[in-house]
């Protein structure tokens, strides 16, 4: 089948594949970056810092700005728990949007369980977050903002740079879930107020199992670690560093930074081409605008057809319907309900998203593949007729 699910994982880049491999099979290298004795460790150690220096360089950072972590998720734990549990009061008070990965949510309704008052902003039918709305919801216990860069369902980018300009004036603490942007949008930390940053190898072409927390050092963040230990990443979490992982992601963000610009006009003139060929099937809804949208993800509602359905219809297409995380339930998605599209539009929904290894042939066969499915559902469907 063709992969057009880049926005769940992407494969490994190849080049990555061979560095992880040559720290293995060729170098052997296996000592432990924290044993400060001996030659094992100061290989180990020189492997670490020099991806560490690859991914800080990608987002324009200093590489003592960046932890390690497990992935996205636990970047996004520790950010959100790690900073309620340092700097916690009465009546504390966070804010995030509703559109955000469950990995944010349920921290937001963990600390909304603990106590915290928590406000969940609604996006507009773009699925973008007014600034106005952040003002107008923030008060004097407000501590954190939490918003995502890009959405992984739809793609809509939220200014994080005005944001992010707001809270450093307010005071208050900002963090960015840019898993889904890293890649797709150049990412300054120079020239943006953001105080903690998470990210994920997986979805930019690097192994799986490992991600990082970007923690600002001006102005010095602190916070509460989530997994406590042998004080490795400056304590904030502890743990044996997986070394081959980290130099697949070191050796991802290299790659990234060098050919960022290419992917970028690929993805670009992939979406047109795919979305152009699709345009004029009848009743078909875009669930992303364009103007407010990163160049990987289309997301399209197939009016009258279950989106379930056109999936298995779409047997040599790897699609997601919904969202990946998501979809064991058969819930619509909340991301969509939240942009206001309706259950019988959400539920007949596919998110399309693309990637460096995208090729026009595969677009081409997917539109193809798409039409046919389409024609052939709507003809056993009952509502379609009438
Ligand atoms: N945030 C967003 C926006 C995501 O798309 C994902 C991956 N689906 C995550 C967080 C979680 O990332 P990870 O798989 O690295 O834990």
């Known amino acids: 089948p063709i992969y057009l699910d880049y926005a769940a994982t992407t494969p490994m880049d190849s080049k990555v594949k061979k560095k992880m491999n040559q720290y293995y099979l060729i170098n052997d290298i296996f000592g432990n970056s924290a044993s400060r004795s001996h030659q094992f460790g100061w290989e180990a150690e020189e492997a670490v810092d020099i991806s560490r220096n690859e991914i800080a360089k990608l987002i324009n950072a200093d590489s003592r700005e960046i932890i390690f972590t497990s992935g996205a998720t636990e970047s996004n734990n520790l950010a959100i728990k790690g900073i309620y549990e340092f700097h916690k009061k009465k009546n504390t008070h966070i804010i995030t949007s509703t559109i955000e990965h469950k990995s944010v949510l349920d921290c937001y309704r963990y600390l909304e369980y ?44 939220q200014n994080i740079k005005k944001i992010g300009k707001f809270c450093r004036k307010k005071r208050i603490f900002f963090h960015v879930d840019a898993t889904q942007s890293i890649g797709k949008i150049k990412i300054n930390m120079q020239k943006l107020k953001i105080d903690l940053l998470s990210f994920s190898a997986h979805k930019i072409y690097g192994p799986k199992g490992i991600g990082a927390l970007y923690i600002s050092k001006k102005p010095r963040i602190r916070l509460s670690p989530q997994i406590h230990g042998g004080g490795q990443e400056r304590g904030f979490r502890s743990g044996t560093l997986p070394v081959h992982q980290i130099v697949g992601f070191g050796e991802a963000c290299r790659i990234l930074r060098k050919n960022m610009h290419h992917d970028i006009k690929h993805m670009k003139n992939l979406q ?24 990987n993800i289309i997301n399209i509602s197939f009016n009258y057809i279950e989106g379930e359905s056109l999936l298995m219809a779409l047997k040599n297409l790897a699609v997601s319907s919904g969202s990946a995380c998501t979809s064991q339930s058969l819930e619509p998605s909340y991301v969509l309900k939240s942009i206001g599209v309706k259950d019988e539009l959400a539920h007949s929904s596919i998110r399309f998203s693309l990637g460096r290894f995208t090729t026009y042939q595969e677009i081409e066969y997917a539109i193809i593949e798409i039409k046919k499915a389409v024609l052939k559902l709507r003809k056993l469907s009952p509502l379609w007729e009438m």
């Open 272 to 295: 047109k081409i795919l979305w152009n060929g699709l345009k004029n099937i009848e009743e078909i809804y875009l669930n992303s605008n364009f103007n407010y949208c990163v160049y």
């Open 114 to 157: 603990k106590g915290c008052n928590v406000t969940y902003l609604s996006p507009n039918k773009y699925g973008i977050i007014k600034i106005k709305q952040i003002k107008k919801n923030i008060n004097k216990n407000t501590l954190l903002i939490s918003i995502m860069h890009v959405n992984n369902e739809i793609g809509s980018i």
